[in-house]
């Protein structure tokens, strides 16, 4: 990409993933923001990317803009998130804001490179987990206290309509946990990392 085009604050630009590793391998190479959760991030990612978690970047969305010198590509699973945080910047002011289209899933089904870290699990992983809990538990308890079977036909019918939906209740709810928002120190982190390069 020898020409990267021009977003404006309400419509960030989308960037495919071919054309953000042409754009990578350039000499202006744009700053590259992961706006999942760290175990989506730590399960992988864009190389040389950095990882800010939508909730802890909306919280923090004038400092991260004023870290941000460059042209930006925003990354998340699938590009709605990632197309939330672009407009959380803009708000700022912040400008030259780009969003991988497709996400993570397109980058790595074309064949981009992908750089796995450790971390917490992923946030899909955590939904089962959690669901999954709940349902045994209240199967088991309903054998001493009936009523309890409604709550696993609770979590059945929210799983149902989270299909249909394509909205997740109970993922939105596991990314405001602390470890998936991010701590103070990968904020911190981050942001010295975006502060280096820009001094580079």
Request: charged share 15%.
């Amino acid at each position: 990409m020898s020409t990267a085009p021009t977003p404006t604050p309400a419509h960030p630009v989308e960037v495919s993933a071919g054309e953000l590793r042409t754009w990578l391998a350039g000499d202006a190479a744009p700053r590259v923001l992961d706006v999942r959760t760290p175990g989506e991030y730590a399960a992988g990612h864009v190389p040389g990317s950095y990882n800010i978690p939508l909730a802890t970047l909306t919280e923090h969305a004038r400092s991260v803009a004023d870290h941000l010198d460059q042209e930006v590509v925003l990354v998340c699973r699938s590009g709605t998130r990632a197309s939330a945080a672009a407009q959380v910047l803009a708000g700022t002011g912040g400008t030259g804001m780009h969003v991988l289209t497709g996400g993570i899933q397109s980058w790595s089904g074309t064949g981009g490179e992908v750089r796995e870290t450790a971390g917490p699990w992923e946030l899909e992983r955590q939904v089962r987990l959690v669901a999954g809990g709940v349902v045994l538990t209240s199967v088991l308890a309903s054998t001493v206290a009936p009523g309890a079977k409604w709550v696993a036909a609770g979590i059945g019918g929210g799983l149902t309509f989270a299909a249909l939906s394509n909205t997740c209740a109970m993922g939105q709810a596991l990314m405001r946990m602390p470890w998936n928002r991010g701590g103070g120190r990968q904020l911190k982190d981050a942001l010295s990392g975006l502060a280096g390069r820009a001094q580079g």
